[in-house]
T-cell receptor
Framework: AQKVTQAQTEISVVEKEDVTLDCVYETRDTTYYLFWYKQPPSGELVFLIRRNSFDEQNEISGRYSWNFQKSTSSFNFTITASQVVDSAVYFCALRAGGYNKLIFGAGTRLAVHP | GAGVSQSPRYKVAKRGQDVALRCDPISGHVSLFWYQQALGQGPEFLTYFQNEAQLDKSGLPSDRFFAERPEGSVSTLKIQRTQQEDSAVYLC??????????????FGEGSWLTVV
């Protein structure tokens, strides 16, 4: 079975703090892809990153970084020096086994206060 | 357009009414998906099209839900005899290639349906 768990329902930080959003996934497939999406109040899911199961190299994009660890089945997302514009709901998602559908976690609501 | 476009953005329907939600995917995208997102939850898969063929409809919650993509571009999700539990955001998404697990899926802003 495919499953994504985002244990943190809500996180509240003050601007300029660093924050890490956790994501744990379950799959029996050896080939799979992991995604992070941002959902601002407008509702659109904005693609942030895609990672395949054969590439555990961590990635940094500006203030965003991702830590993929197959040993713990985790794909965590860190925002450095958070800003108010980072306030949104963030979803981790899994696509595996040749299936075309994404399996989403329940999301983490991030509130960044000035 | 540059992104996935959905209409209407907001729809209030009386219980028992039929509704139709439209999706314009990114031009040239072969794959099209519909997801349902209840308040405070992550999106859940409804159905998948590859061009005009509906290859997976395992997520449709009942036979009141019907989706089509007759010419392989625009898609319509129809809900018959709406019920209050159908209240949700309906997200449409598309991706360029067919079948590949690693394709990035791009989402629209969703159609917010409220059944009263």
């Amino acid at each position: 079975a495919q499953k994504v768990t985002q244990a943190q329902t809500e996180i509240s930080v003050v601007e300029k703090e660093d924050v890490t959003l956790d994501c744990v996934y379950e799959t029996r497939d050896t080939t799979y892809y992991l995604f992070w999406y941002k959902q601002p109040p407008s509702g659109e899911l904005v693609f942030l990153i895609r990672r395949n199961s054969f590439d555990e190299q961590n990635e940094i994009s500006g203030r965003y970084s991702w830590n993929f660890q197959k040993s713990t089945s985790s794909f965590n997302f860190t925002i450095t020096a958070s800003q108010v514009v980072d306030s949104a709901v963030y979803f981790c998602a899994l696509r595996a086994g040749g299936y075309n559908k994404l399996i989403f976690g329940a999301g983490t609501r991030l509130a960044v206060h000035p | 357009g540059a992104g996935v476009s959905q209409s209407p953005r907001y729809k209030v329907a009386k219980r028992g009414q039929d509704v139709a939600l439209r999706c314009d995917p990114i031009s040239g995208h072969v794959s099209l998906f519909w997801y349902q997102q209840a308040l405070g939850q992550g999106p859940e898969f409804l159905t998948y099209f590859q061009n005009e063929a509906q290859l997976d409809k395992s997520g449709l919650p009942s036979d009141r839900f019907f989706a089509e993509r007759p010419e392989g571009s625009v898609s319509t999700l129809k809900i018959q005899r709406t019920q209050q539990e159908d209240s949700a955001v309906y997200l449409c998404a598309s991706s360029l290639k067919q079948g590949a697990v690693g394709n990035t899926i791009y989402f629209g802003e969703g159609s917010w349906l409220t059944v009263v």
